[in-house]
């Protein structure tokens, strides 16, 4: 008897492990995310899912770095909770790229490109990083190994938003050294044919 309670706890332990979260930043038990443009937050993405939960509120804006290591490349942004204090709110979340900081203040106007979206509770589950490289006129995803100057920000109300970064193995480039010598190869063996 007892070793069957054993076994069951263990199993327990185990399904609870498999589905432990991975968060790239919780504010609700750390920090505040930076609110000067000059030094955000800098946080490290890691392989496969890992969550980003904050609020933010008219005077509170979250501005951070994603450090995306060399061998990996960030697929989605996906919004998986929305709560505002305003029924309908929509929410802004932006960044720019090879960048460790913004290139000005968010309020004072871009002139640099910008990838960006409105989010709010009709956009759960979706994966906003199309949408955001769409509108900011940039190469469609995923983004590669860099650092990325992400800011969040709201206007009159408060919101807190949990977004899922899904992250993979970075597909190599094809080696153009290679190529070529493979096209050398290829080339010499026709001639050769002929
Ligand atoms: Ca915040
Ligand atoms: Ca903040």
Redesign the pocket.
């Given at each position: 008897m007892l070793f069957s309670r054993y076994v069951l706890l263990w199993f327990l332990l185990c399904i609870g492990s498999l589905h432990a979260q991975v968060y790239l930043h919780n504010?609700s038990v750390g920090a505040?995310?930076g609110d000067n443009y000059m030094s955000p937050t800098t946080l490290a993405l890691s392989q496969g899912s890992s969550l980003l939960d904050?609020?933010?509120g008219e005077f509170?804006t979250?501005l951070l770095t994603l450090h995306i290591p060399l061998g990996l490349q960030l697929d989605s942004i996906i919004l998986r909770n929305y709560q505002s204090t305003a029924v309908g709110n929509v929410s802004f979340i932006g960044f720019q790229s090879n960048r460790t900081t913004l290139s000005g203040f968010p309020f004072s106007g871009f002139s640099d490109q910008i990838n960006y979206s409105l989010y709010g509770a009709l956009d759960l589950n979706e994966n906003l990083l199309p949408r955001m490289l769409q509108l900011g006129g940039s190469p469609a995803g995923p983004l590669q190994a860099g650092n990325y100057a992400f800011w969040m920000n709201e206007t009159g109300t408060t919101s807190s938003a949990v977004f899922e970064f899904q992250s993979s193995a970075a597909i190599p480039e094809p080696d153009v050294a290679l190529l070529g010598l493979f096209g050398l190869f290829v080339f010499s063996v026709r001639r050769r044919r002929m």
């Open positions: 504010e505040d995310l904050y609020t933010v509170d979250d």
